[in-house]
């Protein structure tokens, strides 16, 4: 079994990203900006948006940090949007979810400028992705995909079964996977014979956000696993059944463990590759966030892509 | 076997839009309108536009039957798009596809306004499906999913495999499928073990343009078939296997026989349904055309669809 380190492609990535920022600042004397609007106080959504922050700043693409408070009006939400939209300077503009109950999500997204929707969530991107257009792909799936490449795991002719089908990992990842010639099974909690699908994959991805669900009866020998779940777990039986020795010494330590939906310790034993939790999926998604608004940047100045 | 009747299903669904455009009538002394756009003179294309000019006519839509040659430059053919868009009295625009290769389609179909696309093709309308959202639905896609529900059969929990990755049918009917929870798998040309695959379908799509490629060896007995290709053959024998004494009839009598994807004749007896080809999805995707012409007028409108 081989680890697929999602850490260390996440950061040539970003060094990647780091070189063309600065390239482009010498030649424009602009950087790209990502705007990130905050709305209330969700701890880990506060984690989430300083952490894309300070990836930022890591590779030269300025931040704008717009706060707001819980009890916004969607209206005025909408504005600092509107003001977004129009505002040249920026060039990514990324909501973070989930937003509280009294404003429609749907129209949040649709109303940003689909050229600065850098989570690639906006209908017209999701549209173009299925159309076999170019367009800001969705972070996660896209990490996906690339991190597949940069171990030289083929998708072409291979059996991918995805579990989960939402509109942030599932359905956009199927269409990337079918875009490189993968065949493509979905799979969700409606589905019936969910093991027997798992184990026709050759590359299996779970985004159920269930803590260890995916055991070694759902893996194919040789599979390739890949884990999009982090779930916070604090039971110290279950924490070992998934990680081990490690896991145990994480809960006495901090009280809690992020595990993914894949029972770790074990799958690890049966499938050609795994991402771990963390360490896997979760540092790619942030480096493709910054990907996304260095091409949004780019293509708002009429920049080809290479 | 029991061969689902898209004709008499379409029929059904036709005398429904006609009723509601009565009704709207009435109440608002206006009656949705259906610009459609013929580029060049491409004898098929001309016989669809006919046809869709013509139940036109039957459901008391409006049609504007809008001829350009296949010289157009592209910008003078979005002007006219332009003018359609902006144009009140017309609340569908259909754009026949094949267009000219000097014309850039993805172009064309970005242009034509969502709110005005009864095809279902623009990037929003895809996006917004894939979201989940209400939306104009792709015609033939959902015709199958509403000739399922005609015939009580169900999707949920269900593995229905599509054969075809296509922009029109497969992709989109993989998400209308999903939506309504069945486990979905697609397949393509670059897909291995398509026999197998095919096989463990409890619902089978064929939507690739070769007749009869599915043969019974592609079926589990008691499978429901919807065969989305039409195909014309002129070879005797090759229409003997797919249809038997009524396809020899029909080469001796007019030179051609339409057939599907599916060879009929022996995976009839293997269905516990099968659509026929003609008369199975193809008359559907013109009565959902109507349909969607209809929701377009109540969308822009402001009348809520049931």
Redesign the interface.
């Known amino acids: 079994m081989e680890k697929l380190d999602g850490k260390k492609i996440s950061e040539k990535f970003l060094f990647e990203v780091k070189k063309e920022v600065e390239y482009l600042k010498n030649r424009l004397n602009k950087s790209p900006v990502l705007a990130t609007v905050l709305v209330g106080d969700n701890p880990a959504s506060k984690v989430y948006v300083s952490r894309k922050i300070k990836t930022c700043q890591k590779v030269g693409i300025g931040s704008m940090d717009i706060k707001l408070p819980s009890s916004i009006r969607e209206g005025d939400l909408l504005n600092e949007i509107d003001r977004l939209n129009k505002n040249d300077d920026v060039n990514g503009i990324l909501v973070q979810l989930p937003l509280p109950p009294h404003i429609d999500v749907?129209k949040v997204?649709s109303f940003i400028s689909p050229i600065k929707d850098v989570d690639g969530?906006?209908?017209?991107?999701?549209?173009?992705l299925?159309?076999?257009?170019d367009s800001l792909y969705p972070c996660t799936p896209f990490g996906i995909i690339k991190l597949l490449k940069e171990y030289d795991i083929q998708v072409?002719?291979?059996?991918c079964v995805i579990i989960g089908?939402s509109?942030i990992v599932g359905?956009?990842l199927?269409?990337l996977l079918?875009k490189e010639?993968g065949?493509?099974?979905?799979?969700?909690s409606?589905?019936?014979n969910l093991k027997e699908?798992s184990k026709s994959a050759d590359i299996l991805i779970a985004a159920i956000g269930k803590p260890g669900f995916v055991t070694p009866d759902y893996v194919k020998k040789g599979a390739v696993v890949i884990d999009v779940g982090i779930n916070s777990i604090s039971d110290k039986n279950y924490a070992f059944r998934i990680k081990g020795e490690v896991g145990l010494k994480s809960i006495e330590k901090k009280g809690y463990l992020l595990v993914g939906d894949v029972e770790y310790k074990t799958v690890s034993n049966i499938a050609s590759y795994i991402t771990p939790v963390p360490g896997g999926v979760g540092p790619l998604t942030i480096s493709i966030l910054m990907e996304n608004t260095l091409k949004a940047f780019k293509l708002q100045r009429g920049i080809k892509n290479d």
Chains 1, 2 share one sequence.
């Not at 072409?156 to 059996?159: D, F, Q």
């Not at 065949?183 to 969700?188: A, E, F, N, R």
């Open positions: 749907e997204i969530f906006h209908p017209v991107n999701l549209g173009n299925l159309r076999g257009n072409e002719g291979k059996n089908r509109v359905k956009p199927a269409l079918l010639n065949t493509v099974t979905i799979c969700h409606k589905s019936k699908i």
